[in-house]
């Protein structure tokens, strides 16, 4: 697939990287031989469409930095909770009451934290389309480009729209899975601010205070 006839190097090399793999592809192009043809100042018409390719591309990349923040926080609290049992073990009767709030609390935080990284395994579903998407865009400008200058190529308009239209539709169709998973991790994140206010109002803290990280 050739969609780099504008990008310096290292973009293409970024690209390459994040669309590798057996991820959704474009079955219409155009090749880079015919925009050569063109004058630098005519393809300025499609910088705005690589330019969304870029931003889709982004926002991958910030889906998986979420993502790698988020296990990490899970790491974390499955340790907090492993001192939480050790301490509870060796707690006053009167003390391991508020020990099982703690640990409900923690345990609700992962149960939450997992609802995000499946949440984030859709969008970065979407964002994979979206992508796809962009290119196709950006193939659909670059066809209109070549045609508009009479550059013989054997590739039908028609089909670069259909196929933008298409990809469209399988993206209208994940923003509607990732509106559903926002509802299910709201309720994830009540259950265990739910928890977290517990344990917090518990040992004496004030509203303010429940709302702290630990």
């Known amino acids: 697939m050739r969609i ?22 474009l079955h219409y192009t155009v090749p880079e031989d015919l925009l050569k043809r063109l004058p630098k100042s005519s393809r300025r018409s499609v910088f705005q ?6 931003i889709a591309i982004d926002r991958k990349g910030a889906i ?15 340790e907090k909770i ?11 009767s009167s003390k391991k009451a508020q020990y099982d709030l703690e640990i409900e609390m923690l345990e609700a935080k992962v149960d939450y934290l997992h609802k995000v990284i499946d949440h984030q395994d859709i969008k970065m579903k ?5 992508l796809v998407l962009a290119k196709a865009q950006f193939e659909l400008a670059k066809v209109r480009l070549v045609k508009r200058h009479s550059i013989a190529f ?20 994940l923003r509607k899975e990732v509106a559903e998973a926002d509802a299910e991790l709201k309720v994830e994140e009540q259950k265990w601010l739910a928890a977290k206010k ?17």
Do not use: H, M
Request: a negative charge.
């Open 4 to 25: 780099n006839w504008l990008l310096p190097g290292a973009f293409l090399s970024l690209i390459a990287f994040v669309v590798s793999g057996c991820g959704p592809s």
């Open 154 to 173: 054997s590739g039908d308009e028609e089909d670069f729209v259909q196929q933008v239209n298409d990809i469209k539709a399988d993206v209208e169709d």
């Open 82 to 92: 492993k001192k939480a049992e050790k301490e509870q073990a060796r707690a006053s």
């Open 64 to 78: 998986k930095r979420t993502v790698d923040n988020t296990e990490r926080e899970i790491d974390r609290t499955l």
């Open 198 to 214: 517990r344990y917090y109002s518990s040992i004496g803290e004030s509203s303010k205070g429940w709302w702290t990280e630990q």
């Open 49 to 54: 469409a690589e330019t969304v390719v870029t």
């Open 126 to 130: 979407l964002a994979q389309w979206e």
